[in-house]
């Protein structure tokens, strides 16, 4: 490695991790780079790639590189990795306290930056799209930490009806709180093994719209899809929205209101254990 010995007068390289957690405020943002389908964004193919027209993604940005292009330059890294606490799809803002994520800084000549003049500027730069939770360094196991643990999840929904459901009906999706068993849906189950998985979902709001749509509130164990639990997803989740509400039903705007982190109050699936006798 060219690089493992230092030249005269220049710094070692370390790595190190950076914690934080994102708010995404614009729909479209993916987390990660989002790399063209077609061509992967490889350098030599995506050259004469018709689906990408060369640019190798197929967004501008995504919350890693609003993060990666100020923290990479400033301290004079080899590259940033991003590792989120789960994600978001991209039409869907991630509100509230935000995601969690640890960002990786790859090989860093220059560690010691004021970490809290870069979180502004990365913010200040994204105009609006992100806002950041001030930067905690940790060690590399706290991006293990937040790939294996997972966290139930409030949504805010906009469903459209296909006809103004009953209030007999209403009654009964606001008073659900149970398991629905949800097969991996249709828009997944080319990369996702067909399985059918049960899931603990309670209804929090369900509140008429002007324009007749239903705004909904729900809390959501981890891995819930819950834009096909409302629609049903041609029967693959039952029951869903739809059937409780007697018409048919689909998700026309989703946000994550809240990620459920032990550290963060929000309506809880089921009350935490009472202590065990001794
Ligand atoms: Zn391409």
């Known amino acids: 490695m060219a690089d493992a010995v230092p ?21 479209g943002l993916p987390q990660t780079v989002f790399f063209c389908p077609r061509c992967k964004g490889d350098r030599r193919r995506k050259r004469d790639c018709p689906d990408c027209q ?14 990666g292009r100020r923290v990479v330059p400033l301290m004079q890294a080899k590259e940033g990795r991003f590792h989120g606490a789960g994600r978001e799809d991209i039409d869907v803002l991630m509100l509230g306290r935000g995601r969690p994520f640890v960002f990786e800084v790859v090989g860093a000549r220059n560690p010691d930056v004021d970490l809290e003049a870069l979180r502004r500027d990365i913010e200040a730069r994204s105009e609006g799209q992100i806002e950041l939770q001030p ?26 009806v296909a006809a103004p459901p009953s209030p007999d009906a209403l009654a009964a999706a606001l008073a659900f709180p149970g398991t629905i068993l949800q097969r991996t849906p249709q828009r997944v189950s080319h990369r996702r093994a067909d399985l059918e998985r049960p899931r603990q979902l309670k209804v929090l709001a369900l509140t008429p719209m002007a324009d007749g749509a239903y705004e ?5 164990q981890h891995g819930t899809y819950v834009k096909e639990w409302i629609s049903g997803d041609e029967e693959r989740t ?41």
């Open 135 to 160: 930067f905690v360094r940790v060690g590399r196991a706290r991006v293990v930490y937040w790939k294996e643990t997972h966290f139930d999840k409030v949504y805010r929904a906009e469903v459209a």
């Open 216 to 220: 909904l509130r729900v809390v959501c």
């Open 238 to 278: 039952q029951p869903s929205l739809a059937t409780l509400l007697g018409t048919a039903c689909k998700c026309r705007q989703l946000d994550v209101e809240e990620i459920l982190t032990d550290d963060v109050d929000g309506p809880r699936l089921e009350p935490p254990a009472a202590p065990a006798e001794a």
């Open 54 to 67: 060369g640019f190798g993604k197929l967004t501008r940005e995504s919350v890693q590189e609003l993060i």
């Open 7 to 27: 030249l005269p007068g220049q710094r070692p390289r370390s790595n190190l991790w950076l914690e934080s957690r994102y708010r995404k405020l614009r729909r």
